[in-house]
């Protein structure tokens, strides 16, 4: 088939580059505009358009999809179907029309749990033991089309969002190509979702990644978790940012730990712990400002931290 890809971020990549060696043909590639970064805010490409341009494949960057320009060089493309991953904009209508097979999702979940932007993170701060992804045929309402198939990955102690984020851009980028496949030769069948079990993960800001540590020391480790590495986890100390990786849960097993209260620092020769509302967790990397990340032991080292001092 006749195919333009949209996706934006690096997660997009492995599909994209799964499909450029399947039989499909990639005529084009959808992807959000060059965006600033860094501290000159430089305008930077997105990991999907750079890939594309390494294969010299047509890219359109539309300021929105509904854009007259884009639907019109779309139609003059004649896309037998258009996959998407990670695009990160409202396709409407008019561009749904356009491919005869339409837009087929690759949603990084077991819809209907966690529809939205961040399934992944979601499934990590809920404790879900599995998760996967899904391919569905896109329709207005969010995340809600009828789906053709689906593959589950493990969720592990110690993953955070990214690593089980790159290990389902490699499976479900698989699991696109089958699904492409089925719709050519025929014998693809999309299932509608059911209604019981909808669940939503929005976008997580960085402000909703800092670390509430009145919370049990389970769910602040799976916070941690799932907004690492993007945008990351933090809390304040004193009037600064303390960016924290992931931690480890202690058990509270003397009476100094047990009357650690919630963001309290205690810090030891081999370790630096916090209190949360049940047991101590122990840091594992953190980052001041204008600092490298760096084991918490070494960081304490530098600092002097009084007794008393507390993470909020």
């Known amino acids: 088939m006749r195919v333009v890809f949209a ?21 084009a590639v959808v992807t959000r505009p060059d965006a ?3 501290r000159g805010r430089r305008l930077v490409p997105s990991p999907v358009r750079e890939c594309a341009e390494q294969h010299g494949i047509e ?3 539309p300021s929105r999809a509904s854009d007259p320009d884009f639907l019109r060089r779309l139609s003059e493309l004649e896309p037998d179907c258009c996959p998407v991953v990670a695009y990160g904009a409202l396709l409407r209508q008019e561009a749904l029309d356009i491919p005869r097979h339409g837009w087929i999702n690759l949603h990084f979940s077991l819809l209907p749990a966690w529809r939205g932007a961040a399934p992944v993170p979601a ?66 069948h999309a299932e509608p979702q059911p209604t019981d079990g909808i669940t939503y993960a929005p976008k997580i800001t960085s402000e909703q990644a800092k670390v509430d540590f009145g919370m049990p020391a389970q ?86 931290i009084e007794q008393g001092t507390v993470l909020k």
């Open 7 to 27: 996706g934006t971020p690096e997660p997009a990549v492995p599909a994209l580059r799964r499909l450029l060696d399947s039989r499909h043909e990639v005529v």
């Open 36 to 38: 600033p970064a860094g």
């Open 59 to 61: 890219v359109l960057t």
């Open 123 to 188: 499934s990590i701060r809920y404790g879900d033991d599995v998760t996967g992804a899904s391919t569905f045929r896109i329709v207005p309402e969010l995340d809600a089309g009828p789906v053709f198939g689906v593959v589950t990955e493990g969720v592990g102690s110690d993953d955070t969002a990214g690593s089980l984020l790159d290990r389902l851009a490699v499976s479900g980028a698989e699991l696109l190509v089958a699904t492409l496949d089925a719709v050519e030769d025929g014998n693809a």
């Open 219 to 304: 769910a602040v480790e799976r916070v941690i978790r799932s907004v690492t590495p993007e945008p990351g986890a933090w809390a304040w100390l004193a009037e600064h940012r303390l960016k924290l990786g992931p931690v480890t849960v202690v058990g509270a097993d003397s009476p100094e730990l047990r009357a650690l209260r919630p963001g309290e620092l205690l810090v030891e020769r081999k370790r630096v712990l916090v209190g949360t509302a049940t047991d101590p967790v122990r840091l594992g990397e953190v980052q001041a400002i204008g600092k490298k990340r760096m084991p918490a032991t070494d960081w304490a080292r530098g600092v002097h």
